[in-house]
C-alpha cells in the first residue's frame, strides 16, 4: 500500500485484561485525506512499554505513525501500573508477573477489531523486547511475526547478574523508572528524593551495600524491593526461574513465528541474543534471522557510524531510516503477504569490526573500520575454535607445548577496584542538574542522563571523569592488580566471530573472589595514537562462590591456596586483528562500576560487613592449560 495521507490516533483507549485491569493505549490507524479511518482491516504492530508511550521521539514517530502511514494499524501501550494503565502498585521492574498474560490478552484484543486482519506483530527494544519474549511463552494464535531488539532472555545472565556478580547498570535504571512510577505521580516530596538520588548516583554507588528503607527507592517500595533481589544474591531460587525473568529455560514454549533477534557487539545482552536465535532456529520451522552490527544498546536506532571512541565507518550507521526499512520488509512479508523477498535473505548479518585505515577521525575517534558478512548460521560455520595458550610472561601462543609451568599473582584489594575503562552496559548514568530558567515541567528524567560509564569501545588509560580512576590515571595495563597476556604484534590479520570464553586454573587467599577476563585489539602506536590504542572488545566476571552453577544449592566457598578451573564466557564478537596488532586478554578480580565488588569475606552477597584483601593466582603451563580460545574464521 502507498503512504496514506495522514494517521488518525486514538488516544489511551483502556484495553481490559482478563483480571479487569486496564492497560492505556495509543491506536494509530492509516487514514484517508479527510483524516477519517481509512476502511477495511489492516495488520496490527504492538509495541508495548515501560518508559512513555507518546514519547515522539522514541515511540510516536518511529513506530506510531511511520508504520500507519504505511498500511499498518500500531498499538503502543503501558505496562500494568505504568503511565496511563491501571494496576498502581504492580509494577516490578522486569518482575511483573502477568507480563506474559497481558501481552497475549493485548493481541487477542487487537485481532479482534473491526479494523484487524488478524495477525498481529511486535516490535521494541529492551524492555520492549523483553514482553515480547515473555509474551511469546503463551503462543497466542494472532502473533504472527517478531522483531526482537537488545533483548535479555533472563535476569541472572547479563541483566542484574553476570557470573553471580551484580551488574550495577540496573541501579541507575531503577532510579529513572522509579521517578515516574504511578506511586508518587502527585506526591513531590518523594519525587525530590528520588530526582536527588539520581543526581547523586555516583556516591550512591559506592555506598553499597544497601539496606531496604534506608535508599531513596524506599519511595517506591515495589522498585527497592527489587533492587534488594538484585543486591542479596544467594543464588537462583523460585523468583529468578519465574517466567518473566527466565524464558531461556522454556524455549520449548516460545511461538514458532518469523522472528529477527538484532543487538551489538557492543550491546548488553549480545550473549544472549546470539545464543536465543541459534536456540529458536535448530527448534523452529518459521524462519529466524539474526543482525549484530558494531552497535551498543541504542546504537543501531541512533544511526551513529561511531561507538564511544571508535568509528567504524558509513556502513555501521542504521538508525531508523534502515532499521525501519528492514522491519518494513519483514512484516510486510508475514503479516500482508507481500513478496518482499526476505526468505532469501541470509540468516545471519554480522559486522566484522577492523580493517580501518586507522588514525583519528575529524571528530578525534579512532578509524576501527569494518564490513558486514553474511552467514548460515550461528556460530558462523566458517569460525573454528582456536586457543591461545596464557604463559608466566604475559606471553599469548598458540603452541601449547612451548609453555612452561608457572603461576602470576596479585592483590585484589576491594578498597581500591580495577575502574571500568568503556563496557558492555545499557544506560548507565547519573541525572544532571536542571540548568537555570528551565521549567522542570519540560524535562525528563531520560532528558537529564549523563554517563557514568561510556557504553562502547574505549582506550584502556584511566581517567579523570570516570568513576573510580584516580591520579596518575595510568593505563590499566600498568596496575599491579591486572594480569596482562598478548600475542607478538601479529604477522598476518587474525579475525574471529563467534563466542570466546576463557579458561583459567586459578587459586586465591579468600573464601570467594572474582576473576574478570577482557578482550583486547591492541592497536600500535601511530601520530594520532603515541601509546597506541589498546581497544575493548568484551568483558566478563565469574565469582568463585558460584564456579560450578548460580542454583541456590550450587554456592560453596573456596578452599584457600586449592587449585580450581574455570571458563568465563566473554561476549561473543567479530573482528579483525589487523596486520601489528596484539590480541590480549587482561585478567583482574575486579571492574567497577561495570560489576560490584567482591569484598573476599565470603559473606552473604550484599550483607557484608567488611572487607579485605585477597591474594589471587592463574596458573599456567603444561599442567595447568590456562587458556584463551577464539572463533577464528579459515579464509
Not at 517478531?146 to 541507575?172: C, F, K, N
Amino acid at each position: 500500500m502507498t503512504d496514506l495521507h495522514d494517521v488518525a490516533v486514538s488516544l489511551d483507549v483502556m484495553v481490559a485484561m482478563r483480571d479487569g485491569v486496564r492497560l492505556a493505549t495509543d491506536i494509530y490507524r492509516p487514514a484517508l485525506p479527510n483524516g477519517e479511518p481509512a476502511p477495511g482491516r489492516f495488520p496490527v504492530l504492538l509495541t508495548r512499554t515501560s518508559y512513555d508511550k507518546s514519547n515522539p521521539v522514541m515511540q510516536v514517530e518511529p513506530v506510531g505513525k511511520h508504520f500507519a502511514r504505511r498500511g499498518y494499524v500500531v498499538a503502543i501501550q503501558d505496562l500494568r501500573g505504568r503511565g496511563n494503565s491501571e494496576g498502581t502498585g504492580d509494577y516490578h521492574h522486569r518482575a511483573n508477573a502477568r507480563e506474559g498474560l497481558d501481552g497475549a490478552d493485548t493481541i487477542a484484543w487487537l485481532a479482534a477489531q473491526p479494523w484487524s486482519n488478524g495477525r498481529v506483530g511486535m516490535v521494541g527494544s529492551s524492555h520492549s523486547g523483553c514482553v515480547q519474549n515473555v509474551a511469546a511463552l503463551h503462543r497466542p494464535p494472532a502473533l504472527k511475526a517478531l522483531w526482537v531488539d537488545v533483548a535479555p532472555i533472563t535476569a541472572h545472565g547479563w541483566e542484574s547478574r553476570s557470573g553471580g556478580a551484580q551488574r550495577l547498570h540496573m541501579v541507575p535504571a531503577l532510579f529513572l523508572h522509579a521517578y515516574d512510577a504511578a506511586e508518587i505521580r502527585d506526591d513531590p516530596v518523594a519525587r525530590k528524593a528520588i530526582e536527588d538520588g539520581a543526581m547523586g548516583m555516583r556516591e550512591f554507588l559506592q555506598r553499597m551495600p544497601y539496606k531496604r528503607g534506608h535508599t531513596p527507592l524506599a519511595a517506591v517500595p515495589n522498585l527497592e524491593a527489587v533492587l534488594m533481589r538484585y543486591q542479596n544474591f544467594d543464588g537462583l531460587d523460585e523468583w529468578w526461574r519465574e517466567e518473566v525473568l527466565d524464558q531461556a529455560s522454556k524455549l520449548d514454549r516460545y511461538a514458532d513465528v518469523p522472528t529477527v533477534f538484532s543487538s551489538g557487539w557492543y550491546d548488553c545482552f549480545v550473549t544472549e541474543v546470539t545464543w536465543q536465535f541459534a536456540e529458536m532456529a535448530k527448534r523452529s520451522r518459521s524462519p529466524q534471522r539474526l543482525v549484530v552490527g558494531p552497535w551498543n544498546h541504542g546504537g543501531m536506532r541512533g544511526g551513529a557510524s561511531r561507538v564511544a571512541e571508535v568509528e567504524f565507518g558509513a556502513e555501521a550507521a542504521w538508525g531508523y531510516d534502515v532499521y525501519n526499512r528492514e522491519r518494513l520488509r519483514w512484516f510486510d512479508r508475514w503479516l500482508k503477504d507481500a513478496p518482499t523477498g526476505v526468505e532469501a535473505d541470509p540468516p545471519v548479518r554480522l559486522f566484522v569490526m577492523g580493517g580501518g585505515e586507522g588514525g583519528r577521525s575529524a571528530g578525534g575517534h579512532l578509524r576501527h573500520g569494518g564490513r558486514w558478512m553474511s552467514a548460515t548460521a550461528w556460530p558462523p560455520r566458517e569460525a573454528a575454535p582456536t586457543d591461545f595458550h596464557l604463559t608466566g610472561n604475559g606471553a599469548l601462543v598458540t603452541r601449547a607445548t612451548d609453555v612452561r609451568d608457572a603461576t602470576v599473582s596479585w592483590t585484589h584489594d576491594p578498597a581500591n577496584p580495577v575502574p571500568t575503562i568503556g563496557a558492555a552496559v545499557a544506560a548507565f548514568f547519573e541525572w544532571a542538574p536542571i540548568p537555570e530558567g528551565c521549567d522542570p515541567a519540560y524535562i525528563s528524567g531520560r532528558a537529564r542522563m549523563r554517563a557514568i560509564l561510556p557504553d562502547g569501545p574505549m582506550h584502556q588509560r584511566e581517567r579523570p571523569e570516570l568513576l573510580g580512576c584516580k591520579a596518575p590515571y595510568p593505563l590499566l595495563a600498568q596496575r599491579p592488580d591486572v594480569q596482562v597476556f598478548q600475542t607478538a604484534p601479529l604477522a598476518e590479520p587474525i579475525e574471529i566471530a563467534g563466542p570466546a570464553s576463557l579458561r583459567l586454573f586459578v587459586s586465591s587467599s579468600a573464601p570467594d573472589t572474582d576473576f574478570v577476563a577482557k578482550l583486547i585489539d591492541v592497536h600500535p602506536p601511530t601520530m594520532d595514537d603515541p601509546e597506541g590504542f589498546q581497544m575493548n572488545l568484551g568483558e566478563a566476571i565469574l565469582r568463585m562462590r558460584f564456579r560450578d552453577g548460580l542454583g541456590s544449592a550450587d554456592a560453596r566457598p573456596m578452599e584457600p591456596g586449592a587449585i580450581y578451573e574455570i571458563e568465563i564466557l566473554l561476549p561473543p564478537t567479530a573482528n579483525l586483528f589487523a596486520k601489528g596488532h596484539r590480541i590480549r586478554v587482561d585478567v583482574a578480580s575486579s571492574s567497577w562500576p561495570h560489576f560490584d565488588v567482591n569484598p573476599s569475606t565470603g559473606e552473604p552477597l550484599g550483607r557484608h560487613t567488611q572487607r579485605v584483601p585477597a591474594r589471587n593466582t592463574v596458573h599456567v603451563g603444561a599442567n595447568h592449560r590456562s587458556r584463551l580460545t577464539l572463533s577464528v574464521i579459515s579464509r
